[in-house]
């Protein structure tokens, strides 16, 4: 009876899995252009964070040649009624990019609805805070990993918790100053062994500095593989769904290359580039139409990064 009761319940969880998979492939449709555009500004970073795949990273240091950066942000102005967010980083420290204000501002000009990058925070200055404000920056993201000089520094290697936390300071201070509502602010904290994974600590340091009414936030979130860069979890044999990514998603890298996934910081999964080609060529050319398809399929076998990652699983 019991192993009857098993098999019964088995039989329910796949049934209601293929449900869910059926529903999901009806909800993926082919667009004419992506909703987000990730442009790489640069993959240089001033951090050497124990989760990151850093000493694993093989791609040519760089920074985007602006030439390259604003044939981008013509052609997505020319589609900006299908684009929700431009992000101005990938993988790398946006702020090493000392331009990166004017490439905000660029893009603000062109009519692009929000614009957002992830930070570390190292290098926001009051006067990078400043030029942000004015460029039109409407949000972003700083990754904080720690909650005491010893947690963060053992875990944002080659950072100063005194001096981020002091940056972090000025922004909120300065944006009270200049009576601003923008960019609005996501401070996030990855719980794990280097920084003891206290979680009420941080909510602590940062609870009286963020304003909830103009969209700040705490942000908690959890370490994942990296697409094989770290084996921080370990992954169920089988493929189970469908990432929905290239539907919706665009990531530039520094030289032009269109890669599948902001995960594959190696750029080993490439579907055009677009120096000579246009974005929308590469979005509705061969490479991504035939990814999709094998998506649809859960068929990852011919693409390394994504064999190793959560989020099919």
């Given at each position: 009876?019991?192993?009857?009761?098993?098999?019964?319940?088995?039989?329910?969880?796949?049934?209601?899995?293929?449900?869910?998979?059926?529903?999901?492939?009806?909800?993926?449709?082919d667009?004419?252009?992506?909703?987000?555009?990730?442009?790489?500004?640069?993959?240089?970073?001033?951090?050497?964070?124990?989760?990151?795949?850093?000493?694993?990273?093989?791609?040519?240091?760089?920074?985007?040649?602006?030439?390259?950066?604003?044939?981008?942000?013509?052609?997505?102005?020319?589609?900006?009624?299908?684009?929700?967010?431009?992000?101005?980083?990938?993988?790398?420290?946006?702020?090493?990019?000392?331009r990166?204000?004017?490439r905000?501002?660029?893009?603000?000009?062109h009519?692009?609805?929000?614009?957002?990058?992830?930070?570390?925070?190292?290098?926001?200055?009051?006067?990078?805070?400043?030029?942000?404000?004015?460029?039109?920056?409407?949000?972003?993201?700083?990754?904080?990993?720690?909650?005491?000089?010893?947690?963060?520094?053992?875990?944002?290697?080659?950072?100063?918790?005194?001096?981020?936390?002091?940056?972090v300071r000025?922004?909120?201070?300065?944006?009270?100053?200049?009576?601003v509502?923008?960019?609005?602010?996501?401070?996030?904290?990855?719980?794990?062994?280097?920084?003891s994974?206290?979680?009420?600590?941080?909510?602590?340091?940062?609870?009286?500095?963020?304003?909830?009414?103009?969209?700040?936030?705490?942000?908690?979130?959890s370490?994942?593989?990296?697409?094989?860069?770290?084996?921080?979890?370990?992954?169920?044999?089988?493929?189970?769904?469908?990432?929905?990514?290239?539907?919706?998603?665009?990531?530039?890298?520094?030289?032009?290359?269109?890669?599948?996934?902001?995960?594959?910081?190696?750029?080993?999964?490439?579907?055009?580039?677009?120096?000579?080609?246009?974005?929308?060529?590469?979005?509705l050319?061969?490479?991504?139409?035939k990814?999709?398809?094998?998506?649809?399929?859960?068929?990852?076998?011919?693409?390394?990064?994504?064999?190793?990652?959560?989020?099919?699983?």
């Amino acid at each position: 009876m019991i192993l009857v009761k098993g098999r019964i319940k088995e039989a329910l969880r796949l049934i209601k899995q293929r449900i869910a998979r059926n529903l999901a492939w009806r909800r993926l449709s082919d667009t004419l252009f992506p909703t987000e555009v990730w442009i790489e500004n640069t993959n240089l970073c001033n951090a050497r964070c124990v989760m990151c795949p850093r000493d694993k990273h093989i791609r040519p240091p760089g920074v985007m040649d602006f030439g390259l950066f604003e044939k981008i942000i013509a052609e997505i102005a020319g589609h900006r009624r299908f684009v929700y967010r431009v992000h101005f980083h990938n993988y790398g420290e946006p702020l090493i990019d000392l331009r990166l204000a004017e490439r905000i501002r660029i893009a603000k000009a062109h009519g692009i609805r929000r614009t957002y990058f992830v930070t570390n925070a190292s290098l926001l200055t009051p006067d990078r805070t400043r030029e942000l404000i004015k460029a039109g920056l409407d949000e972003f993201k700083i990754s904080f990993y720690g909650t005491d000089a010893k947690s963060y520094n053992a875990t944002m290697v080659g950072l100063d918790f005194d001096k981020t936390v002091g940056n972090v300071r000025d922004f909120f201070r300065i944006r009270r100053q200049l009576k601003v509502r923008n960019p609005s602010v996501v401070i996030q904290y990855l719980p794990q062994e280097s920084n003891s994974g206290t979680v009420d600590a941080f909510k602590s340091l940062f609870g009286q500095m963020i304003n909830e009414r103009l969209g700040d936030r705490i942000n908690i979130f959890s370490l994942h593989n990296f697409a094989g860069g770290r084996e921080f979890n370990k992954l169920p044999e089988k493929v189970q769904s469908i990432c929905d990514y290239p539907w919706r998603t665009m990531v530039i890298l520094n030289s032009g290359d269109v890669v599948l996934c902001c995960l594959d910081y190696n750029g080993v999964q490439v579907a055009g580039n677009v120096r000579n080609d246009s974005l929308q060529a590469v979005w509705l050319g061969q490479r991504m139409q035939k990814a999709r398809q094998q998506f649809k399929q859960l068929n990852y076998s011919v693409f390394p990064a994504c064999l190793r990652c959560e989020r099919i699983r």
